[in-house]
């Protein structure tokens, strides 16, 4: 992470479900804004959660200690987080809650909020249709079931978006179901991944979507099996799924106590998966990547 990182920031945006009028027939909704100051004394706030590029649904989890008004936090549809440093990198997460509680007794109690990113209730649980005829496309598909879902448009690689299937498909099933059997029959070796509401679709080498990161500064020493590499530094909120990581690896290692050589001095991973917890105060700022050496095994 550079130097210039320092100054954490985490601002929530608390979406209530508000019911008005005596007989509560009409229904709107309102916004809570919980905004970190850039200088000056921070709310205790953290972040954690993990990122996947599968056909799962990513999770996260708030915690707010000592916050003033718990009432805001009933009858929640949508919470939205921009975590990350001042005037430098941040992550914006937009999830549908699916658990809020209260962890200990006041006044040092915490507001817990967990979510899922996306409209989990949609993506597990409703039932959507598709008729498509032979030389339908992987993007007419995806469309379809984003449109199911009213979820923004869709990422789809131009590479493999014109991807023609050879036969007929009607399917009747959740849209998580349905995601699933696109990317492991129809077309396998793309990826599917959702998060934000949104679906996204890389080809099996993901260049369009992919960006590569340096990480200078490592918590502890990579942990390498196989071509299966674990990496843990201070979150870095640029980095996602399918993107690459390079990092220092001018270590020995030892494997049943004896020194058996040194990996190159500069290592380069395809990230697979990230765990992150981040707090706009203590020590909490952290990532765990799992990823795939560029190459093979070394």
């Not at 949508?78 to 005037?87: F, I, K, L, N």
């Not at 080809?203 to 196989?226: K, N």
């Not at 674990?230 to 799924?241: C, R």
């Not at 020194?259 to 380069?268: A, D, H, K, M, V």
Request: proline share 4%; net charge neutral.
């Amino acid at each position: 992470m550079a130097v210039k990182n320092f100054n954490r920031i985490i601002d929530i945006t608390l979406t209530q479900r508000l019911n008005l009028g005596i007989a509560g027939m009409k229904t709107g909704a309102v916004d809570h804004f919980i905004r970190c100051p850039r200088a000056g004394r921070k709310p205790d706030i953290e972040i954690s959660g993990q990122i996947q590029p599968s056909d799962q649904v990513s999770l996260f989890e708030i915690k707010i200690k000592n916050l003033y008004d718990t009432k805001i936090v009933q009858d929640l549809t949508q919470v939205q987080v921009v975590a990350g440093y001042e005037e430098n990198s941040s992550a914006v997460f937009t999830g549908s809650p699916i658990n809020v509680y209260t962890n200990g007794p006041g006044p040092d109690r915490e507001t817990v909020i967990q979510c899922t990113i996306a409209n989990f209730g949609d993506w597990t649980g409703k039932t959507i249709k598709l008729d498509l005829k032979k030389g339908w496309t992987l993007k007419q598909a995806v469309t379809q079931i984003n449109n199911a879902l009213n979820f923004d448009e869709p990422a789809v690689s131009v590479k493999v978006a014109t991807l023609t299937a050879q036969a007929n498909w009607s399917f009747t099933g959740t849209a998580k179901e349905a995601l699933h059997i696109l990317t492991s029959k129809f077309f396998p070796g793309n990826t599917a991944f959702v998060m934000n509401n949104r679906i996204t679709i890389t080809a099996q080498d993901g260049v369009e979507f992919v960006q590569t990161h340096e990480i200078p500064f490592l918590s502890t020493a990579p942990q390498f099996s196989g071509n299966s590499v674990t990496l843990t530094a201070p979150w870095n909120p640029a980095i996602k799924p399918n993107d690459r990581v390079r990092f220092s690896s001018n270590y020995y290692t030892a494997e049943n106590s004896l020194l058996f050589g040194s990996i190159n001095q500069t290592t380069e991973i395809v990230v697979t998966q990230i765990g992150f917890s981040f707090g706009t105060t203590g020590q909490t700022n952290q990532m765990t990547i799992q990823g795939i050496l560029v190459g093979g095994s070394k």
